[in-house]
T-cell receptor
Framework: GAGVSQSPSNKVTEKGKDVELRCDPI?????LYWYRQSLGQGLEFLIY????????KSGLPSDRFSAERTGGSVSTLTIQRTQQEDSAVYLC????????????FGQGTRLTVV | TQLLEQSPQFLSIQEGENLTVYCNSS?????LQWYRQEPGEGPVLLVT?????EVKKLKRLTFQFGDARKDSSLHITAAQTGDTGLYLC??????????FGKGTKLSVKP
């Protein structure tokens, strides 16, 4: 596709359930990021993948959060045993391998935990 | 830990006014980027500044990178309602990841 695609665009789940959020980056982009954004707030870094290197997971808020990137392309962010404080917009971005390059964002997945 | 502090956090002005928002860090960055995010959308890149002391202009927007490459500013001249949005600065961290500030939420009223 032409841009970063995220699915679903909206997800409502019950507290305690697991959810999976998907990100399709721009073809050929080696870097992929996940961020979380609470209403009206800035971007909270979650995890960063770069090529075949080990991901930087330093931003994951708890062990209920995990992410994988298969074949260097599609990424899935999984939240286990969701809590109400997990409600936010989850944004994915991708960029090429070059330094100072632009990050292209998807439109995000709005997660609501009820 | 590399952090980017943005100020002010919120800014509400009338159309036609000028404004400046700031992005500061105690760390040196090889470059800084500015993004704008509109409601319901992902952030979109406005500009990248690379050289210390660099000034870039994008129509009514002027971006400056500090000489020491630790800070940047965004100045908007004669703000318009279409400038409303969340302005984010970002820098490449030591691990290669993109670090964002918390943003300045700008509201321009007609």
């Amino acid at each position: 596709g032409a841009g970063v695609s995220q699915s679903p665009s909206n997800k409502v789940t019950e507290k305690g359930k697991d959810v999976e959020l998907r990100c399709d980056p721009i073809s050929g982009h080696t870097a992929l990021y996940w961020y979380r954004q609470s209403l009206g707030q800035g971007l909270e870094f979650l995890i960063y993948f770069q090529g075949n290197s080990a991901p930087d997971k330093s931003g994951l808020p708890s062990d209920r959060f995990s992410a994988e990137r298969t074949g260097g392309s599609v990424s899935t962010l999984t939240i286990q045993r969701t809590q109400q404080e997990d409600s936010a917009v989850y944004l994915c971005a991708s960029s090429s391998q070059w330094v100072n390059t632009e990050a292209f964002f998807g439109q995000g997945t709005r997660l609501t935990v009820v | 830990t590399q952090l980017l502090e943005q100020s002010p956090q919120f800014l509400s002005i009338q159309e036609g006014e000028n404004l400046t928002v700031y992005c500061n860090s105690s760390s040196v960055f090889s470059s800084l980027q500015w993004y704008r995010q509109e409601p319901g959308e992902g952030p979109v890149l406005l500009v990248t500044v690379v050289t210390g002391g660099e000034v870039k202009k994008l129509k009514r927007l002027t971006f400056q990178f500090g000489d020491a490459r630790k800070d940047s500013s965004l100045h908007i001249t004669a703000a318009q309602t279409g400038d409303t949005g969340l302005y984010l600065c970002a820098g490449v961290g030591s691990q290669g990841n993109l670090i964002f500030g918390k943003g300045t939420k700008l509201s321009v009223k007609p």
